[in-house]
């Protein structure tokens, strides 16, 4: 059970609520050098797969699913774990250049602001795991 973050060019949208319903959004550059980017921002992030990537320690994992094609116009974070993961997360959307959003909210990831979302849905993965 994962947080998932979904990662693309939003344009200067401020929140969900802003975007038409015709949106569509712009490549955001390609799969190998977005790959570059995150292991440039986090280097234990391994590609070895580049469709699926990965990055573990002792307090969270993502997964980045990057899909098959080469040109990306945006890419899902799997997060796992606890709070610790904020800054990593923080740390590769500023090195892209790019919001995230995880649906639950109208509003994009901040480092300050998100933290209750993902408390929010700790507390959830919890009690469905009756932690």
């Known amino acids: ?62 997964e980045f699913n990057m899909g098959n094609n080469e040109i990306s116009n945006g890419f899902v974070m799997h997060v796992r774990g606890n709070e610790m993961v904020h800054s990593c997360i923080g740390n590769i959307l500023e090195a892209l250049n790019l919001k995230a959003t995880d649906g639950s909210t109208p509003y994009f990831f901040d480092i300050d602001k998100s933290k209750e979302n993902l408390s929010q849905w700790i507390a959830y993965r919890n009690q469905l795991l009756k932690k």
């Open 1 to 62: 059970m994962s947080w998932n973050l979904f990662v693309q060019d939003w344009g200067d949208y401020k929140s969900l609520d802003e975007i038409p319903d015709d949106f569509s959004p712009k490549s955001i550059g390609k799969r190998t050098e977005i790959i570059q980017q995150i292991q440039e921002a986090e280097p234990t992030a391994d590609f070895t797969d580049p469709s699926w990537g990965t990055l573990e320690n002792d307090n969270f994992s993502i």
